[in-house]
């Protein structure tokens, strides 16, 4: 399984920037629902190879927080083109987050 690469801030910015999808999950050292959840997403993705996809800990990067309007953890973010198109948080149903990239990567091809 590709596991999510951990991002600073300006390298999260620029993925966004120059991926056509690009996905950013955010999350929090102590966060038990984010450890919890990070490799069911990881799973989810491993079906979607042109997404880019990176994590970034807002803990660690608190600036983060505020520049991706985040107010609880974890945040799921897909942007295509560079806007965002998908954002989950906190409790992430993943059906309904496989449904969404599907018919978006569909869309796409």
């Given amino acids: 399984m590709i596991k ?6 300006e390298e999260a910015k620029v993925g966004i920037e120059q991926n ?4 950013l999950y ?15 997403v990881e799973e ?4 979607f190879p042109q997404i880019k996809r990176e994590k970034l800990n ?9 520049a991706f309007s985040v107010f609880t953890i974890p945040v799921l973010l897909l ?18 987050l496989r ?3 599907q018919r978006i990567t569909n869309m796409l091809d």
Wanted: one cysteine or more; hydrophobic letters at 40%.
């Fill in 4 to 9: 999510l690469r951990e991002v600073t801030l």
């Fill in 20 to 23: 056509q999808l690009y996905f």
């Fill in 26 to 40: 955010l999350y929090g050292t102590h966060c038990s629902v984010c450890h919890a959840l990070l490799p069911q």
């Fill in 44 to 47: 989810v993705l491993e079906n």
């Fill in 58 to 66: 807002v803990h660690e990067i608190p600036e983060a927080a505020g």
């Fill in 79 to 96: 942007y295509v083109e560079g806007k965002e198109t998908i954002r989950e948080a906190r409790f992430v149903n993943i059906e309904s």
């Fill in 99 to 101: 449904s969404s990239l």
